[in-house]
Nanobody, 125 residues
Framework: QVHVVESGGGLVQAGGSLKLSCASS????????AGWFRQAPGKEREFVAA????????YYADFVKGRFTISRDNAKGTVYLQMNGLKPEDTAVYYC??????????????????WGQGTQVTVPS
């Protein structure tokens, strides 16, 4: 079973940018569908963005459209989440999930996949 690790989180001022990465230390995730989710304190985990294995099909939550971009470099076995125009309400732990099942809108199929430990993103108000 593949294990994934997220990186790239940190503290950034409102309006700033961060780029998160998701990769596996054991085997490539280039053939897996992948997605990003987040969980803020006291809230449920929510879908952010997803991409199929090829990168040709992507889905986004409405609250990140135009600000966040999911992409992947299969040669490097890495999935990215470029986050621009960050807001205090984007503060959360961001998780990467991968799965080989057909990708569904809203990343529903990824909930049953493999998850990383998360990376903290903090945007002070």
């Amino acid at each position: 079973q593949v294990h994934v690790v997220e990186s790239g989180g940190g503290l950034v001022q409102a309006g700033g940018s961060l780029k998160l990465s998701c990769a596996s230390s054991e085997r490539t995730i280039s053939t897996y569908n992948a997605g990003w989710f987040r969980q803020a304190p006291g809230k449920e985990r929510e879908f952010v963005a997803a991409t199929d294995w090829s990168g040709l099909t992507t889905y986004y939550a409405d609250f990140v459209k135009g600000r966040f971009t999911i992409s992947r470099d299969n040669a490097k076995g890495t999935v990215y989440l470029q986050m621009n125009g960050l807001k205090p309400e984007d503060t959360a732990v961001y998780y990467c999930a991968v799965d080989s099942a057909p990708l569904l809108s809203g990343g529903l199929s990824l909930f049953a996949g493999t998850w990383g430990q998360g990376t903290q993103v903090t945007v002070p108000s």
